[in-house]
Each structure stands twice: as C-alpha cells, then as structure tokens.
T-cell receptor, first 113, second 111 residues
Framework: DSGVTQTPKHLITATGQRVTLRCSPR?????VYWYQQSLDQGLQFLIQ???????AKGNILERFSAQQFPDLHSELNLSSLELGDSALYFC????????????FGPGTRLTVT | GQNIDQPTEMTATEGAIVQINCTYQ??????LFWYQQHAGEAPTFLSY????GLEEKGRFSSFLSRSKGYSYLLLKELQMKDSASYLC????????????FGKGTRLSVIA
C-alpha cells in the first residue's frame, strides 16, 4: 500500500459525458502527478501540482483539467469524453517538487462506451 | 526531446538471472528511475541511479552509465511474482521537467 488513494476504482460512462477522478496523496506529500496509461501508449504524464500550484504540464488535452486543493487532495476532470479516453488514470505523489521517488495510487479504470 | 528504448518483451526461467536494458537520449540528465508494474496495478519504485555504477538492493540491482546513455536492471533468483513490466524513466534537468517513462519491458517468468 503506497499511501496514495484514488476514487473511484472503476468508472463506466458514455461518450460526451464528464467525470471527476479524485486523489489523496500520501500524508506529508506536497506534489501530485496525474498519468494516463492506455494499452498502446504506456504511462503518459498529464500534469503536476505542488502545494496547490500547477508545476508542470504534459500532454494533457484541453478537455481535461485538474486542481489541487488546500488539503492537498487533487481532482482530475475529464469532459466531452471520447472512446479514446478509456484508460487507467494514475495519481502519484512525492514529498518534493522535483520528481524524485513517486508513490502511485491504485488507479482509476475509465471505460467510455 | 527524449528517446527511451527498452525491449518490449522478455522471458526467463524461475531461479535464473535476467538483465533488462534501457538506452536513452535526453537533453539534460539528472538520474534514472526503474519502476515495476504488475498488470493492472500501480507502478512501484525499484531504484534511482544518479552516479555511474551498480547499485544492489536485494535480488534487484541497477546499473547506470551516464556517458553511454545506458542503464540496466538485473534481477537474480527469479520468482514467478517477478512477472511484470519494468519501466525505465530518465530524469531531466534536476527534476524541473516531468518524468518520461519508457513503454516498459514485459517480463514473463516461466517454470
């Protein structure tokens, strides 16, 4: 158990819908990272927050947005969902901002039908 | 930009030793991570190399050559539970830029 929690574990929704994925980092960790993993793409970095502020942005679509709240939990919002958004979404946390050892949550499996 | 190259799949026998290679090309380099990921599960941290050489941690060791842009993960006394994907992730620029993970090497351990 990494200490990072993610909800929900599974999500099935239709195209065009909007969903919110939630992540609570390990106690004391200030950085939260979001990744998308689909079968053919590997683990793709989406976005990082550090202590409430956006720190780095990867290949995140404009339909996706995220935020980190004062209690350090984070939410990833996915809107206008497409079939290709079906993937595992992982959240990871670390104590610092500089990408050192990251602890991954169990992931949310999103299926868009 | 960043290029990471790992074999897609490997198969090895229980009790044997296997070496998983990773070559990378990156502008700026700070260190290299290895993660293990069982199918459908979260990646878990295995090792982080900053300096050249071999670092041993139990049955797993990781090697880095900064000048050659090369790393390997060595797994000894293979067990069935070692069947997983192994992800190589070079870290650029003292961590100011996000980690880019390789597509991973899927290792199958057979009896």
């Amino acid at each position: 158990d990494s200490g990072v929690t993610q909800t929900p574990k599974h999500l099935i929704t239709a195209t065009g819908q909007r969903v919110t994925l939630r992540c609570s980092p390990r106690s004391g960790d200030l950085s939260v990272y979001w990744y998308q993993q689909s079968l053919d793409q590997g683990l793709q970095f989406l976005i990082q927050y550090y202590n409430g502020e956006e720190r780095a942005k990867g290949n995140i679509l404009e339909r996706f947005s995220a935020q980190q709240f004062p209690d350090l939990h984070s939410e990833l919002n996915l809107s206008s969902l497409e079939l290709g958004d079906s993937a595992l979404y992982f959240c990871a946390s670390s104590s610092a901002w500089d990408n050192h050892e990251q602890y991954f949550g169990p992931g949310t499996r999103l299926t868009v039908t | 930009g960043q290029n990471i190259d790992q074999p897609t799949e490997m198969t090895a026998t229980e009790g044997a030793i296997v070496q998983i290679n990773c070559t990378y090309q990156t502008s700026g380099f700070n260190g290299l991570f290895w993660y293990q990921q069982h199918a459908g599960e979260a990646p878990t941290f295995l090792s982080y190399n900053v300096l050249d050489g071999l670092e041993e941690k139990g049955r797993f060791s990781s090697f880095l050559s900064r000048s050659k842009g090369y790393s390997y993960l060595l797994l000894k006394e293979l067990q069935m539970k070692d069947s997983a994907s192994y992800l190589c992730a070079p870290q650029r620029d003292s961590g100011n830029t996000p980690l880019v993970f390789g597509k991973g090497t899927r290792l199958s351990v057979i009896a």
